[in-house]
DNA sequence: CGTGTTTGACCCGCGC
DNA sequence: GCGCGGGTCAAACACG
């Protein structure tokens, strides 16, 4: 009670807040869009490469776990800003959502990340923008789901399982999707999102397809395709779109793919080198992703201009203290003035060119 | 001393 | 119009 008496300085406050939400009309609509990650995680908060600071915490209604809210550090004027919660059915799920698209260079770690977000987030306002009528479909939880050397990507509509974090749901919930890494799943996997901050993620965009595509992957060998095939009521949903990405099987007999990155784990390595290959082998796939991340950066540019991290000429990399470190393990700490252009750059680089961490093992069992 | 976290209050949008 | 709840702010605090 005797904290606050800044109520003079609200006002102004109050002004540059109102002001902020509207900030960015690039990114407008990205900041609608949300996309959560769940996965089973003992750290308080995932390490995703980027550099977060705490602004708040909530106890949201109905979940007796409070919410933790966090800010994109790396830049002072970066959006981007993210949720973190536990799921009070299973505590050791942690639930993070982002929100916002960074407008500032990104190391790799962080930028793998914010792609896959950044797509997620494209595809959800593709699919909201595009769909019509949305609001009268009540669709059944319908699923989607891809196989890649066992790794199941399902992709489904939980638009009638409402996400617990909006408990009263309805339009006030932006249209989100959810990365479902929790179910029956790599744990290991899990946890290098959770302690080490070197996963070598991925974009992935299903915004363009409207039919059932499947993308070859090189190795396995009954299922070697990542197949996707979308559900026509998945983008009608009461919230616009809302869909979630299942990872729900742990790949077995993770033989023979492991690259020997320093200290990747196997299934780490697995499924970077799946997300890789398929959409090294795709270009369709690359281009709707890059497509994504342009849309989302608000650039169409899609040039690729690396940068090393320490000295860049914006000054952004010395705010970045720990970020260096962080992705060292795993990286040559590379950032890039669009996340598209890293991610694409990554796979292009990987293929030929020494520039990228050998550790990043993209290009590792290339068929070409 | 600098940086990040905690925490109570305020703002605002939405539902009733 | 009112109340509720989510999101945000910033002073105080903790920690290295």
Known sequence: MEKDNRSPERREVKTS????????????????ARVSIRARCEAPT?????????????????????????????????????????????MSIL???????????????ATAMASTTSAAATMLMSRSSTSQGLSSITAPVTST?????????????????????????????????????????STHLINRFSQAPKFSSTSLDFSSSSENIKFPTPWGNNSNYLNYNPSPPF???????????????????????????????????????????????????????????????????????????????????????GLATMAKPSFTSYTSNHSQSTLMSSLSHSKGSSSMAPSTSIDANNNQ
């Open 235 to 321: 983008n009608k949903t009461p919230f616009g779109s809302i869909g979630t990405l299942d990872f729900s099987k742990q790949p077995n007999g993770l033989t023979g793919n492991v690259r020997n990155s320093q200290s990747s784990s196997p299934s780490q390595q697995l499924f970077t080198e799946t997300i890789a290959k398929v959409l090294t082998s795709a270009p369709s796939f690359q281009h709707a992703v890059a497509a994504a991340i342009s849309n989302m950066v608000g650039s169409g540019n899609s040039t690729n201009s690396w940068r090393a991290t320490g000295n860049g000429p914006n000054g952004y990399q010395n705010q970045v203290t």
């Open 46 to 90: 995932m390490h995703d490469g980027c550099q977060w600071r705490k602004y708040g915490q909530k106890t949201a209604k109905g979940n007796p776990c409070p919410r933790a809210y966090y800010r994109c550090t790396i830049a002072p004027s970066c959006p981007v800003r993210k949720q973190v919660q536990r799921c009070p059915q299973d």
């Open 95 to 109: 639930t993070t959502t982002y929100e916002g698209t960074h407008n500032h260079p990104l190391p790799v770690a």
């Open 145 to 185: 789901t891809a196989n890649i050397n066992g790794v199941n990507f399902t992709l489904f509509d939980n638009s009638t399982t409402r996400p617990y974090n909006f408990p009263n749901g309805s339009s006030l919930a932006p249209p989100t999707i959810t990365l479902d890494l929790t179910t029956n799943t």
């Open 17 to 32: 807040r109102s002001e902020s939400k509207e900030e960015g009309s690039e990114s407008n609509v990205a900041k609608r």
